[in-house]
């Protein structure tokens, strides 16, 4: 009964507890403090893009599955805003990170992913898949070229859009797929997350709302246990689709997992690929940047040297299967 009556009297009130009298001039100061912090955020917003900003890396397309892509020919630094230091980054002419050149002769690897393989938070030659071709020199004799295919925010459903767009053209003598515990997640396109018209995508007005779209995207993705349960399920069946595809296509492959993949995920990865190389050793103190997730120069160093190992191994293994032939 007595929350009744107090129900009762907070309906002579508005939400904040206000009589009417009292609301209307407090909404008119809010009204207009909000107008005024719009109106600096936007005077700031503007004043970057006349100074340039940051080139978006990505572009949409409508390749299917693939959603968006690398932007050809970008250079730009990123990191401008954020806890990161700057590092530069340049995409090559079909919109890969760049890579050093390999040895006439000695093949080629393709690396597929998302932020991780791509290299986030470090500069191109940092890059784990940058890092790969000169260990494989040591150990081999010579280095093939290794192209770095991933893009943040790509999933595996992307990553096997990319592979199949991809081999039309050639074929690599190796694939590496950089799989995470949320590569299950939803389409979404990074690239235009608010859906603008694309004489409006490259206004900085809209800049930190397309940053905040991505951000509440995240959270959907992490923190949800329905959605975090609809990706492993997701994941699962993307694992199948382009092991599928690999075994159609005659590819030789290898899966390098983060940690926190789950072991379910882990046996089919193993069932419909092959036993997957865990990243748990490139984990270490150090090995993460240290106000981000992602790898540093040293754990990029690290799995470069981890994944150069188990290469070596399934080359040599399938030079010697050849041979046999």
């Known amino acids: 009964m007595g929350n009744r009556f107090r129900k009762r009297d907070a309906g002579r009130r508005n939400r904040r507890g206000l009589r009417p009298n009292q609301a209307g001039p407090r909404r008119v100061r809010a009204l207009f403090l909000g107008l005024g912090i719009a109106s600096l955020l936007a005077v ?7 100074g340039g900003g940051t080139p978006s890396i990505f572009r949409s397309t409508s390749v299917p599955g693939l959603i968006y892509e690398g932007k050809p020919g970008v250079s730009t630094v990123q990191g ?17 990170r760049t890579t050093p050149d390999g040895d006439p002769g000695c093949g080629s690897i393709w690396v597929l992913g998302d932020s991780f393989a791509f290299g986030w938070g470090v500069a191109d030659e940092q890059a784990w898949p940058a890092r790969l071709g000169p260990l494989l020199r040591a150990r081999q004799g010579c280095s093939p070229k290794v192209n770095n295919w991933a893009l943040p925010g790509y999933h595996l459903g992307q990553m096997e859009a990319r592979l199949l767009l991809l081999s039309q053209q050639a074929k690599p003598d190796m694939v590496v797929l950089h799989i995470e515990e949320f590569d ?11 859906g603008l018209p694309q004489r409006l995508l490259s206004s900085s007005l809209f800049r930190p709302f397309q940053v905040l779209a991505v951000l509440r995207f995240d959270r959907s993705v992490v923190e949800d246990p329905k959605r975090r349960l609809e990706q492993d399920q997701r994941l699962a069946g993307r694992v199948a689709s382009i092991g599928a595809m690999l075994r159609r296509q005659g590819l030789d492959s290898l899966v390098v997992t983060e940690p926190e993949v789950p072991p379910a995920i882990r046996e089919v990865i193993r069932r419909e690929i092959g036993a997957p190389l865990d990243l748990a050793v490139c984990n270490g103190p150090g090995d993460r940047l240290a106000t981000d997730p992602h790898y540093s120069d040293a754990g990029n160093r690290c799995i470069a040297e981890h994944a150069a190992g188990r290469i070596v191994e399934q080359l040599e293994r399938a030079r010697s299967d050849d041979s046999g032939m």
């Open 80 to 96: 401008a805003g954020t806890s990161l230091p700057p590092w530069p980054v340049i995409l090559d002419e079909f919109g890969g």
């Open 44 to 50: 700031g917003v503007l004043r970057d893009g006349a």
């Open 184 to 194: 299950g997640f939803p389409d979404f396109d990074f690239s235009n997350p608010l």
